[in-house]
T-cell receptor
Framework: AQKITQTQPGMFVQEKEAVTLDCTYD???????LFWYKQPSSGEMIFLIY??????QNATEGRYSLNFQKARKSANLVISASQLGDSAMYFC????????????FGSGTKLNVKP | DTGVSQDPRHKITKRGQNVTFRCDPI?????LYWYRQTLGQGPEFLTY????????KSRLLSDRFSAERPKGSFSTLEIQRTEQGDSAMYLC??????????????FGAGTRLSVL
């Protein structure tokens, strides 16, 4: 089974609007971490936000917030007030207690911000 | 701090040739990771070093692939007898030890390999 599933290959959003990128995960570990990375066309993976499985509050980092629903095993990324520079690939990733050195990535969502 | 540096950024080679990529991690990051990313997919874990010790290798890392980190600083990834299926982006990441699940990996811009 896929560890990380991102069901939206591509998304469009109007500049200044909010957008939600979906991510579901599969693990039987109690302790795990969820991450979102941004990959612009230059190729570098840029860390955006982290959510721990025991964190009771949703993580926020500036315009990024993570909508963590543990029972549904979902960790959706919300970008508020989209900017043209937000156009990129976005990857959801997970690290499990069984092996904290190994990331599992989803297949990504291509976000296009329209002016 | 400078970020993770990878060289070259692009490599075009003919099938059957050997190639070597280099990764310089963020200074004082003792953990180093290699990933492979094919078109339209997320990165896939290849291998991981803590200092100079290679502690884990994925089954994706066939015997044509070898990675080293001789002095616990930079790392090299060599592919021997390249095949067209090796065409991909090879990403390197580094991190500090500890922090459990929150340990953040910082990535370089990758080396894009094209095997003709």
């Amino acid at each position: 089974a896929q560890k990380i599933t991102q069901t939206q290959p591509g998304m469009f959003v109007q500049e200044k609007e909010a957008v939600t990128l979906d991510c579901t995960y599969d693990t039987s570990d109690q302790s795990y971490g969820l991450f979102w990375y941004k990959q612009p066309s230059s190729g570098e993976m840029i860390f955006l936000i982290y959510q721990g499985s025991y964190d009771e509050q949703n993580a926020t980092e500036g315009r990024y917030s993570l909508n963590f629903q543990k029972a549904r095993k979902s960790a959706n990324l919300v970008i508020s007030a989209s900017q043209l520079g937000d156009s990129a690939m976005y990857f959801c990733a997970m690290r499990e207690e069984g092996n904290f050195n190994k990331f599992y990535f989803g297949s990504g969502t291509k976000l296009n911000v329209k002016p | 701090d400078t970020g993770v540096s990878q060289d070259p950024r692009h490599k075009i080679t003919k099938r059957g040739q050997n190639v070597t990529f280099r990764c310089d991690p963020i200074s004082e990051h003792n953990r180093l990771y290699w990933y492979r990313q094919t078109l339209g997919q997320g990165p896939e874990f290849l291998t991981y070093f803590q200092n100079e010790a290679q502690l884990e290798k994925s089954r994706l890392l066939s015997d044509r692939f070898s990675a080293e980190r001789p002095k616990g600083s930079f790392s090299t990834l060599e592919i021997q007898r390249t095949e067209q299926g090796d065409s991909a982006m090879y990403l390197c990441a580094s991190s500090i030890p500890g922090q459990g699940a929150k340990n953040i990996q910082y990535f370089g811009a990758g080396t894009r390999l094209s095997v003709l």
